[in-house]
C-alpha cells in the first residue's frame, strides 16, 4: 500500500495487510534527490507500461478552470483518482 499526498489521517486495518503479508511505504518526496526522483518516475512509467500501474482520473480540467480545480482539492476531504489538468 501507498499513499501519495495524503493532508488527513489514513485507517488500515492490520488484518488485510497480514493476510497478504502486505507492506506499507512512505517516502518524503520533498527531500528526495533528483536521482531518486527520476528512479520513481521511470518505475512509475514502467508499470503504466507494463499495465500493473493504472492511474484513476476523478476529473479533468481545462487550464482556465484551475481556480476551481484549486477550490475542489482545498474543500474536498478526498477523491478517488487525480484531479487533472488537459491541455
Do not use: C
Not at 488485510?16 to 502486505?22: A, D
Not at 511505504?25 to 518516475?41: A, K
Not at 484551475?66 to 477550490?71: K, R, S
Amino acid at each position: 500500500m501507498q499513499v501519495v499526498g495524503s493532508r488527513g489521517t489514513v485507517e488500515v486495518n492490520p488484518r488485510s495487510l497480514m493476510i497478504t503479508e502486505g507492506v506499507v511505504y512512505g517516502i518524503n518526496m520533498p527531500i528526495s534527490t533528483e536521482q531518486e526522483l527520476s528512479e520513481m518516475g521511470a518505475a512509475i512509467v514502467k508499470g503504466i507500461e507494463e499495465g500493473w500501474v493504472s492511474p484513476v482520473v476523478a476529473r479533468e480540467y481545462k487550464l482556465e478552470e484551475a481556480a476551481q480545480a484549486h477550490h475542489d482539492i482545498i474543500h474536498n476531504t478526498g477523491t478517488l483518482g487525480k484531479l487533472v489538468f488537459k491541455l
